[in-house]
């Protein structure tokens, strides 16, 4: 059975008059890079400050590495790196200064691991630089080297790609994806940028005004958004008669607006097109596609906003 790293049992968060966390479930992992979806305000920064104890929770409970009493939770949580909002760096000290002042911290013992941490994020040959003259690529990853400097099992970023260049988040995501092969590091990861998220992730939160609406792995996001035949024509119930009587297929699904995804047939659309005109159905359109996570997000909060 799969460790699990984090898990939240009817988690809420309440400010004065606003509900920022509604009974929120989480299941997170080992090994897991768990992409955390929403809107700006949509509660991510929130839970993310709840289970490493920057605040506390109004009700529920957060279990941290399957401890979830007081004291063994605070324990926990020290065997979490994080990053929230914008790292603490001091502009006028060099990346190896700014990592000694928090191993200081920490109370991480020895400064072997500033070297290997340097090292890790791509910033040996920073030497004497002062940080204030850092790229923003490069103050992103000194902010995640100050987060890996404990060796946490437990990796929590938020936006971590915020201002990046392409380049600057193709990095990041390869050193993401470097920790959590080769040394096996859990990553919560908080990100509007969608596409980013779909290449990385291996699990999937979304939330949406404080509400978990659906947790799914990437397997199940694949068969969500995979490949289909888009079919729009003037009689859907005509042409799904056609699809399963002549084309002998059950694999599709009619869209409330009548308009058909057919997931069978992407390698042969002029017989579909041959079936739907012979018997005299006007084809209005007919294009290969598949759903991004950015639509297929969309379309889930659209419905929760209807609910």
């Given at each position: 059975?799969?460790e ?9 968060k309440?400010?004065?008059?606003h ?8 299941n ?11 809107q ?5 920064s929130t839970l ?8 506390a ?14 004291k063994?939770l605070?324990?926990a ?5 994080a990053i929230i909002e ?5 502009p ?10 928090h191993r200081?911290?920490k ?9 290997k941490t ?8 920073t030497?004497?630089?002062?940080v ?7 103050k992103?990853?000194?902010?995640l ?7 946490p099992?437990?990796?929590i ?8 260049d ?9 050193l ?7 040394k ?12 980013e998220?779909?290449?990385l992730a291996?699990?999937?939160?979304i939330?949406?005004?404080g ?11 694949d068969?969500?958004c995979?490949?289909h ?9 005509s ?6 009587k ?5 694999d ?7 308009t ?11 017989k579909?097109?041959?079936?739907l ?9 007919l ?8 639509s ?12």
């Amino acid at each position: 059975m799969c460790e699990s790293i984090l898990t939240t049992n009817q988690l809420t968060k309440k400010y004065r008059n606003h509900l920022a966390l509604d009974a929120i479930h989480i299941n997170i992992k080992k090994g897991d890079i768990y992409g955390f979806i929403g809107q700006n305000g949509a509660g991510k920064s929130t839970l993310l400050r709840l289970i490493t104890g920057l605040a506390a929770p109004t009700r529920g409970t957060i279990a941290l590495f399957g401890n979830d009493n007081p004291k063994a939770l605070t324990d926990a949580q020290k065997r979490i790196g994080a990053i929230i909002e914008s790292p603490a760096l001091f502009p006028t000290m060099t990346a190896r200064e700014n990592l000694e002042v928090h191993r200081l911290q920490k109370g991480v013992p020895g400064k072997a691991c500033i070297d290997k941490t340097l090292e890790l994020v791509g910033l040996t040959d920073t030497g004497n630089k002062k940080v204030k003259n850092f790229s923003l690529g490069m103050k992103q990853r000194l902010g995640l080297a100050i987060a890996l400097l404990s060796d946490p099992e437990f990796l929590i970023l938020d936006e971590p790609t915020n201002g990046l260049d392409p380049m600057g988040i193709v990095e990041l995501r390869k050193l993401i994806q470097k920790l959590n092969k080769e040394k096996g590091l859990t990553v919560l990861i908080s990100s509007h940028i969608l596409s980013e998220l779909h290449q990385l992730a291996t699990k999937y939160g979304i939330i949406h005004n404080g509400k978990l609406l659906e947790e799914l792995t990437a397997n199940e996001l694949d068969d969500q958004c995979r490949q289909h035949l888009r079919i729009k024509v003037d009689q859907p119930t005509s042409a799904t008669t056609v699809l399963e009587k002549e084309l002998t297929t059950t694999d599709f699904e009619v869209m409330p607006d009548g308009t058909i995804k057919l997931y069978q047939y992407l390698e042969d659309v002029r017989k579909v097109s041959k079936a739907l005109t012979d018997n005299q159905l006007i084809i209005e359109h007919l294009s290969q596609n598949g759903d991004s996570l950015e639509s297929y997000f969309t379309s889930l909060i659209g419905g929760a906003d209807r609910d």
